[in-house]
């Protein structure tokens, strides 16, 4: 079976435009995290999505990012007017409701 | 609110050594759900098990067992005669319905041959 996609795998970007992530969870899971990870560093929350809930925004670190999940499947992460630290590894994961979740491959951003 | 502490950031052993790798939690809630995730070179997170709070038996699968202690808020994870395709960070999680997935720092495994 499939299991969490994102794309794309690597983006590379001039500093102060915006780039939109994209990932595909498994299909019927209710629950979708995004997380950033920098190199040599631990998962940094971002969003959270439960279901129809209001997603948990508390992560992000500035308005310059936001996301959206669409029919409780497929979700956007953008970033406006990026910057050098943005560069990172942007994770998705998606589980059913508290279960465990599942971990895409990453998309690997750097901003130049 | 929930908290997971890995204090242990970096782990350095030979092969064919035993290794725990410390997590203690903190919740209010009486329901909630710890995991384990070996994290390899390659990147990829991996999610190795999964315990709810009303079940503290130990687990052990293969190589590697997890120790879940309520009376000290712990739930361990030892690797048995560790090989070097071992190495990895391994995080620890948990969850509770009043919050969402809360992950510890992270400690990094290196298996010397």
């Known amino acids: 079976g499939a299991g969490v996609s994102q794309s794309p795998s690597n983006k590379v970007t001039e500093k102060g435009k915006d780039v939109e992530l994209r990932c595909d969870p498994i299909?019927?899971?209710?629950?979708l995290y995004w997380y950033r990870q920098s190199l040599g560093q631990g998962l940094e929350f971002l969003i959270y999505?439960?279901?129809?809930?209001?997603?948990?925004k508390s992560g992000l670190p500035s308005d310059r990012f936001s996301a959206e999940r669409t029919g409780g499947s497929v979700s956007t992460l953008t970033i406006q007017r990026t910057q050098q630290e943005d560069s990172a590894v942007y994770l998705c994961?998606?589980?059913?409701?508290?279960?465990?979740?599942?971990f895409g491959p990453g998309t690997r951003l750097t901003v130049t | 609110a929930q908290k997971v502490t890995q204090a242990q950031t970096e782990i350095s052993v030979v092969e064919k050594e035993d290794v725990t790798l410390d997590c203690v939690y903190e919740?209010?809630?009486?329901?909630?759900?710890l995991f384990w995730y070996k994290q390899p070179p390659s990147g990829e997170l991996v999610f190795l098990i999964r315990?709810?709070?009303?079940?503290?038996q130990n687990e052990i699968s293969g190589r590697y067992s997890w120790n879940f202690q309520k009376s000290t808020s712990s739930f361990n994870f030892t690797i048995t005669a560790s090989q070097v395709v071992d190495s990895a960070v391994y995080f620890c999680?948990?969850?509770?319905?009043?919050?969402?997935?809360?992950f510890g720092s992270g400690t990094r495994l290196s298996i010397r041959p």
């Open positions: 994961a998606s589980s059913f409701q508290g279960y465990e979740q599942y």
């Open positions: 299909s019927g899971h209710t629950a």
């Open positions: 999505f439960q279901g129809n809930s209001a997603p948990d």
């Open positions: 919740t209010r809630d009486t329901t909630y759900y």
């Open positions: 315990r709810n709070s009303f079940d503290e």
């Open positions: 999680a948990s969850y509770s319905s009043a919050s969402k997935i809360i």
